[in-house]
């Protein structure tokens, strides 16, 4: 998959395409539907596949304290993209010149004079330009101005729900795992590098993989039962705490924090795939690292009984 950084990065050869624009947080089953159909008719007119997509999201620059939590940050989005069979990915950077741009001068700079589309598919509630005035019907009057045809994706419906990236962030606050993989049409999982910690869960007894988030805010906090890929040829078993560690004093970052099970490797630097498979309990105030030393211990217990890993002959005892 092509990835072409801002439109000033456009050449002739960009032009003519299918393509469709969008956030695409998560890329699940909703989305994927939307990419099926637009690969489908780029297939029919012998023509690249192009998604449109921005960084940071809007939301993110019109109210950052109320943007929604991300399910995927830049990196994981775009490697779901590819994963989908999408030819290109024009990425824009949004910020006050995209933002003040008027819905018409973005059809006319990117639309037309950019990618020169020939056909365009958008969401049922797709709105874009300044003040979001442009809709559904700018985009068809627009099209038969220039050219292109334009489409409607009706949304997906899956387990009686519409599927939406606002769904999927409630089921994984409410630690309901299953259904978010539903609606995402896979598990979910985070992925980032192995960073240095403070070593304090070697000091229990628990050493940890530290794995740097990357966005302002998780879909996701508490302890869970998980596997990460990345490591090996197969995925490995673990304990994970993602959160902002309430028991250690003056620390309110928020981290991943991840104990593989007989693991003892140094992996710094290296790029996993954590695999959240069942939520085991919140995160937890504990009035002394003893306390949470034996409540980690009984963490570690459960998960494996969950993933149906025995305990190693060392521990056994």
Known sequence: MQLVRGSHNLRPAHRGCVATIGNFDGVHLGHQAVFAALKARARDMGLPSLVITFEPQPLEVFRPAEAPARLTRLREKLAAIADCGIDRVLLLEFG??????????????????????????????????????????????????HGFGVESLHSVIHL???????????????????????????????????????????????????????????????????????????????????????????????????????????????????????????????????QLKHQIQADAVHARELLGVAVAASQAG
């Open 160 to 290: 009686d729900e519409r599927v939406s990236s606002t769904g999927i962030r409630q089921a994984l606050a409410a630690g309901d795992l299953a259904r978010a993989a539903h609606w995402l049409g896979r598990p979910y999982a985070i992925c980032g590098r192995v960073g240095h910690g403070d070593k304090r869960g070697r000091s229990i007894g628990f050493p940890t993989l530290n794995v740097d988030l990357h966005r302002r805010v998780s879909p996701l906090r508490g302890v869970f039962a998980v596997r990460v890929s990345g490591l090996g040829d197969a995925p490995l078993p673990g304990v994970a705490n993602i959160g902002n560690r309430p028991t250690v004093a003056g620390d309110d970052r928020f981290l991943l924090e991840v104990h593989l099970f007989d693991f003892d490797r140094q992996v710094y630097g290296q790029h996993i795939a954590v695999e959240f498979v069942e939520r085991l309990r919140d995160e937890k105030k504990f009035d002394s690292f003893d």
């Open 96 to 145: 006050p010149h995209l933002a003040s741009e008027s819905a018409e001068g973005f059809i006319q700079r990117v639309l037309v004079d950019g990618l020169d589309v020939r056909h365009l598919y958008v969401g049922d509630d797709f709105r874009f330009g300044k003040g979001r005035a442009g809709d559904f019907g700018l985009l068809q009057w627009a099209g038969a101005e």
